[in-house]
């Protein structure tokens, strides 16, 4: 079945550090893919999403690019803030498979001033 | 547009006891997703309307989980009797219809904590 594999936490990085966070899926068909964030103590949240290959997400200064090729949708951003410290969520939408979220497990980000 | 509108934002019982959570989605969102968030883990999908039939319950504890969506619009999830196991955030996220691949919405979650 579909799965969403993301990379392990916690990261932990130094105000104004380059950021990547990994995941890679398993899908049939042509799933569109997300990334939510969650604050501490609060819900989910869309960060952004692609529908289709090579598409790029991008907000507040993330980006992530589907890959299908290497069946990927890292990720990234160039210089984060103590605000972005929270725990990010890669997740794959099939229209195919009854309209279901696939999450992978989360990576906790704590960004240090 | 308004969000999904969640409530009560917290709740605090005794084990044994029953609760209820109720959500309200973005107008016009055919599909209305309940999810269990223990603490430290990810969004467990509980159960999944469509209008205001069950598309997946597969993974609600039937024997103390029951969940209803009347006329396809408000959903309340009920838990009788509450477990210790039980504490968690409940989200409510809806999605429109169609295959636009929009992906969800979220609702700000009720944070149960059974003591």
């Known amino acids: 079945g579909d799965s969403v594999t993301q990379m392990e936490g916690p990261v932990t990085l130094s105000e104004e550090a380059f950021l990547t966070i990994n995941c890679t899926y398993t899908a049939t068909g042509y799933p569109s893919l997300f990334w939510y964030v969650q604050y501490p103590g609060e819900g989910l949240q869309l960060l952004l999403k692609a529908t289709k290959a090579d598409d790029k997400g991008s907000n507040k200064g993330f980006e992530a690019t589907y890959r299908k090729e290497t069946t990927s949708f890292h990720l990234e951003k160039g210089s984060v803030q103590v605000s972005d410290s929270a725990v990010y969520f890669c997740?794959?939408?099939?229209?195919?498979?009854?309209?279901?979220?696939?999450w992978g497990l989360g990576t906790s980000l704590a960004v240090n001033p | 547009e308004a969000g999904v509108a969640q409530s009560p934002r917290y709740k605090i019982i005794e084990k044994r006891q029953s609760v209820a959570f109720w959500c309200n989605p973005i107008?016009?969102?055919?599909?209305l997703y309940w999810y269990q968030q223990i603490l430290g883990q990810g969004p467990k999908l509980l159960i999944q309307f469509q209008n205001n039939g069950v598309v997946d319950d597969s993974q609600l504890p039937k024997d103390r989980f029951s969940a209803e969506r009347l006329k396809g619009v408000d959903s309340t999830l009920k838990i009788q009797p509450a477990k210790l196991e039980d504490s968690a955030v409940y989200l409510c996220a809806s999605s429109p219809p169609g295959d636009a691949n929009y992906g969800y919405t979220f609702g700000s979650g009720t944070r149960l904590t059974v003591v």
């Open positions: 997740a794959l939408f099939n229209a195919g498979n009854n309209r279901k979220l696939i």
């Open positions: 107008s016009g969102h055919a599909t």
